[in-house]
């Protein structure tokens, strides 16, 4: 383990429980000493592994086409891989491929249309808190609005949204790292229903002489029938979009709530200008908050030299948008939420090939969640202390529970 003279710092490492109770102040003190570091490597696969704690290393690294995505070809033999295949695993000529495929469905004219939508949704569930004493922000409705959202666009009835929600969420816990075994026993549980489901509904449509031109899965299956796509990729591609816009979303829409609400001033500010700052706003809550809080490792064939810091090839770098975004140097301070800052060039959606297809789904579900909540605001309050709990996951980062009670019952 490297340390560092002069400080109790050993190398960073991102599971350890301090890092992911709170980790600013840690970013804050790695990023001091150097932007790239060597440390602790979450995957065990790896003996040691680069982090990137600085917002220019970072972008620079993320617009080097070299890098790599599939850790596969860098494994040390007879070091097995069971990860599930998916996009931000996959490089080119099959991510291209692939992503063309997405980058269709997700096209801007497609997904602003769905805004109408998820503002109706965000409204419907709103009213359904009214019905509950003492509700939970996060289980009630920032949870909610991701998983209908793209269990709609996918053509999901809504009677199987709640199985959905249930599955994603044990399968999102194995993405991450420290699971026990029962979670992990969970995750593979989760996954095997998730595929069986997802089996029965693309061979039901890709028998169906109708397919609908606004389902996501039916617009899947066409692009699979005309060779764009084979059958499993069809299949990994609808679990792969329910898992990476749930629980990213819902950090989103919950914890950007709650770190608006602390602010008063800044909440006042778009309760005032709804329709001229929320779309600001959510980028500036996006760069705060950073719902994914480091991106897949990316490998090099060759050394590569960033920020005078040599990372040998074939070492997995790590690119820490959570603290990449709240770099000094690139923000001025940058702990604070400004609603009318431009923060549109953060990485908390990554940057380069692999940027986040659902950018802009994600960001108007979280406009239109917010919208109805500011406007409601004066109905409730959160509730102080320790009903707020952060959950502990190491990849994303976001509130678990954000209870509330309405003021009118009091
Ligand atoms: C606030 C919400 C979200 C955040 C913060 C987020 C974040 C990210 C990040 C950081 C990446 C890049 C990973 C990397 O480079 O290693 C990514 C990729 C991806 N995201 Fe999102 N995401 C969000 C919502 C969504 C939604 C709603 C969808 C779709 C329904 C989605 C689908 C994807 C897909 C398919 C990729 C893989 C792209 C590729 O590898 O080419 N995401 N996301």
Redesign the pocket.
Known sequence: MQTHEGTNLGGFDPTDPAVIEDPYPFYARYRAIAPVQEGVSPDPRFDRAWFVFGFAAANEL?RDRTLK?DPRPFLADGVEDNDPP?????DPPD?TRQ?QV?TDL?RKSAVQGYRAQIRQMAERLFGELREVERPDLVRGYAFKI?IG??AA?LGLPDSDHASMRDWSEDMMKAFDLGGDLETFQASERAIEKFNEYFRLRVAERLRATDLVEHSLLDRLVAASRSGQISGDEVLA?AR???I???E??M??IGTGYYELARRPDQLAVVAEDPDGTLAGTVQEL?RHI???QR??A?FSDRDVTISDVTIPAGDPIY?M?GAANRDPAEYQNPDEIHVRRDASRH?????????????L???I??EEALRVLIRCRDLFELDDGEGVLWRRMALTRGLETLPIHWKDAL
């Open positions: 993320l995505s998916r996009l931000s695993i996959t991510h992503r997405l997700f991701p959202t793209i666009l591609m792969f979009l329910v990476a816009g749930f990213t979303t950090n989103l996006l950073s719902p994914v991106l897949m990316r690119i948008v990485l908390a959606f990554g940057f380069g090939r692999h940027i986040c297809v659902g950018a789904l994600a960001r579900e979280a």
